[in-house]
T-cell receptor
Framework: AQTVTQSQPEMSVQEAETVTLSCTYDTSESDYYLFWYKQPPSRQMILVIRQEAYKQQNATENRFSVNFQKAAKSFSLKISDSQLGDAAMYFCAYRSNFGNEKLTFGTGTRLTIIP | DTGVSQDPRHKITKRGQNVTFRCDPISEHNRLYWYRQTLGQGPEFLTYFQNEAQLEKSRLLSDRFSAERPKGSFSTLEIQRTEQGDSAMYLC?????????????FGPGTRLTVT
């Protein structure tokens, strides 16, 4: 079974600075997707960024980028120019490309933005 | 496209009572997932449907839980004889199968409190 580990329960960053959230995962599969989801307080979870395992190039979405190290099974999220609206729980998630394609989530990192 | 909706948003019930939650997915989405999220944890997969067929159930889904998706549209999740351990946020997500892989869109969740 796949597992996802987020070792930082809480992180904080000054507004406009850069922060990196860590995620490691364990799998024996070679074809899968990795995701970062954002869950603002009392609001629904939304997708931030997605990485396909067979693509070597790291995904980027505006101020959000990932550092995907397949051999190390590491998938960190970098948020540049942090904004107050970035404050949320961030979940790393794994999805196999076989079977039911359910998401397996980590325990999350609570990100606080300091004005 | 109004997104995934869930009803009710909050439910307080007494131990031993039955509760039913509803999820309305994005209209053209053919996959629907249920997850459970307890405090301080990431969501955990419960079950999923492809159209009206329930294709997989997690071992977390005891025999007190049942889910349906009649006609492949909305879905209901029923918990019979609720226990305090059932207190959690129940999340629904929907997706559309595509060659590029699917993105799961989450609803706002139903927060269940069992007293």
């Amino acid at each position: 079974a796949q597992t996802v580990t987020q070792s930082q329960p809480e992180m904080s960053v000054q507004e406009a600075e850069t922060v990196t959230l860590s995620c490691t995962y364990d799998t024996s599969e070679s074809d899968y997707y990795l995701f970062w989801y954002k869950q603002p307080p009392s609001r629904q979870m939304i997708l931030v960024i997605r990485q396909e395992a067979y693509k070597q190039q790291n995904a980027t979405e505006n101020r959000f980028s990932v550092n995907f190290q397949k051999a190390a099974k590491s998938f960190s999220l970098k948020i540049s120019d942090s904004q107050l609206g970035d404050a949320a729980m961030y979940f790393c998630a794994y999805r196999s490309n076989f079977g039911n394609e359910k998401l397996t989530f980590g325990t999350g990192t609570r990100l606080t933005i300091i004005p | 496209d109004t997104g995934v909706s869930q009803d009710p948003r909050h439910k307080i019930t007494k131990r031993g009572q039955n509760v039913t939650f509803r999820c309305d997915p994005i209209s053209e989405h053919n996959r629907l997932y249920w997850y459970r999220q307890t405090l301080g944890q990431g969501p955990e997969f419960l079950t999923y449907f492809q159209n009206e067929a329930q294709l997989e159930k997690s071992r977390l889904l005891s025999d007190r839980f049942s889910a349906e998706r009649p006609k492949g549209s909305f879905s209901t999740l029923e918990i019979q004889r609720t226990e305090q351990g059932d207190s959690a946020m129940y999340l629904c997500a929907s997706s559309l199968i595509s060659p590029r892989g699917e993105e799961q869109y989450f609803g706002p969740g139903t927060r269940l409190t069992v007293t």
